[in-house]
Nanobody
Framework: QVQLVESGGDLVQAGGSLRLSCAAS????????MAWYRQAPGNQRELVAT???????NYSDSVKGRFTVSRDNAWNTAYLQMNSLKPEDTAVYYC?????????WGQGTQVTVSS
């Protein structure tokens, strides 16, 4: 079992920055990769960024060049640094962790970007 808790969501003006954290606990040794998703009202949940155990990262086109995903080596915490935020980045942001067996989700943290 892996437990995930996100934090760092807030209300910020367009052009500002936020850093989200995802604290993992439990069987973190079993995590293959972690990812950040987001879901805006009325929209489907979309993949924002991923990071593998080896450190390989991938980003959606909508955030490439503005967001950076990282993690500590012990897989205890993953981060999403968000710069140059836009109103369309407003969403609930979720952290996920993939193991060989299943995918775990956090409860989400709200990010609101005002224009």
């Amino acid at each position: 079992q892996v437990q995930l808790v996100e934090s760092g969501g807030d209300l910020v003006q367009a052009g500002g920055s936020l850093r989200l954290s995802c604290a993992a606990s439990g069987s973190t040794f079993s995590i293959k990769n972690m990812a950040w998703y987001r879901q805006a009202p009325g929209n489907q949940r979309e993949l924002v960024a991923t990071i593998s155990r080896g450190g390989t990262t991938n980003y959606s086109d909508s955030v490439k060049g503005r967001f950076t995903v990282s993690r500590d080596n012990a897989w205890n915490t993953a981060y999403l640094q968000m710069n140059s935020l836009k109103p369309e980045d407003t969403a609930v942001y979720y952290c996920s962790a993939d193991t060989w067996i299943t995918k775990y989700w956090g409860q989400g943290t709200q990010v609101t970007v005002s224009s």
